[in-house]
């Protein structure tokens, strides 16, 4: 049972341009929602992270949305650089929960 | 730099061996930390919890008999694979909770596991 979901296993855009990766969820007990960035063979990198009373939350280049009533968030790059490419991973806690669940992933590529 | 080490980075071992890998963190200490395991293009799948000071909590489905953790102290856990078969190559990662910011996970570099 996938509690998050990332259905789009690879997304490419133009440099300069805007990437946007989606996840759902279906635990509406998870209330903190974070995404990772991962190159192959290392560790995911933390990258920024979203409580479900906010509905955004910007750091630098990187905007992410909530919307909760549709168990949906979504991470802005802009504009996008080469060196985002990689898989990013969203991930959920709950209420308190140190756990993560982590979504698919999603291999972005930037096309100079 | 890193703040969370992981020891080896690749091993490669023979069907029905045993295989540890450390976990630890550098400059901080952590009660807890996490075990997952990645197969190829698919998601980190929480192993289990280890625990400084008590037994870890494992996940369902994962076998404790088999993926032994010991969280020796406040700064290291070892994830040990006993009798290891080739289903058991996998890609092996271990986090610990930033200080204060519990969700917000520091993850080690990885092990890749190949059992032949």
């Known amino acids: 049972d996938q509690q998050v979901k990332q259905n789009s296993p690879s997304l490419s855009v133009q440099e300069g341009r805007i990437s946007i990766l989606n996840c759902d969820y279906t635990?509406?007990?998870?209330?903190?929602f974070l995404w990772y960035k991962k190159y192959p063979a290392e560790g995911p990198t933390f990258l920024i992270s979203?409580?479900?009373?906010?509905d955004k939350n910007e750091d630098g280049r990187f905007t992410v949305f909530l919307n909760k009533s549709a168990k949906h968030l979504s991470l802005h790059i802009v504009p996008s650089q080469p060196g985002d490419s990689a898989v990013y991973f969203c991930?959920?806690?709950?209420?308190?929960?140190?756990?993560?669940?982590f979504g698919t992933g999603t291999r972005l590529t930037i096309i100079p | 730099g890193a703040v969370v080490s992981q020891h080896p980075s690749r091993v490669i071992c023979k069907s029905g061996t045993s295989v540890k890998i450390e976990c630890r963190s550098l400059?901080?200490?952590?009660?807890?930390m996490f075990w997952y395991r990645q197969f190829p293009k698919q998601s980190l799948m929480l192993m289990a919890t280890?625990?400084?000071?008590?037994?870890?909590?494992?996940e369902q489905g994962v076998e404790k008999d088999k993926f032994l953790i010991n969280h020796a102290s406040l700064t290291l856990s070892t994830l040990t694979v006993t009798s290891a078969h080739p289903e058991d190559s996998s890609f092996y990662i271990c986090?610990?909770?930033?200080?204060?910011?519990?969700?917000?996970?520091?993850f080690g570099p990885g092990t890749r596991l190949t059992v032949t």
């Open positions: 986090s610990a909770p930033r200080q204060g910011i519990p969700y917000e996970q520091y």
């Open positions: 635990n509406s007990m998870f209330d903190y």
């Open positions: 979203i409580s479900s009373i906010k």
């Open positions: 991930a959920a806690s709950a209420r308190g929960n140190e756990k993560l669940t």
């Open positions: 400059d901080f200490q952590a009660t807890t």
């Open positions: 280890s625990n400084e000071g008590s037994k870890a909590t494992y």
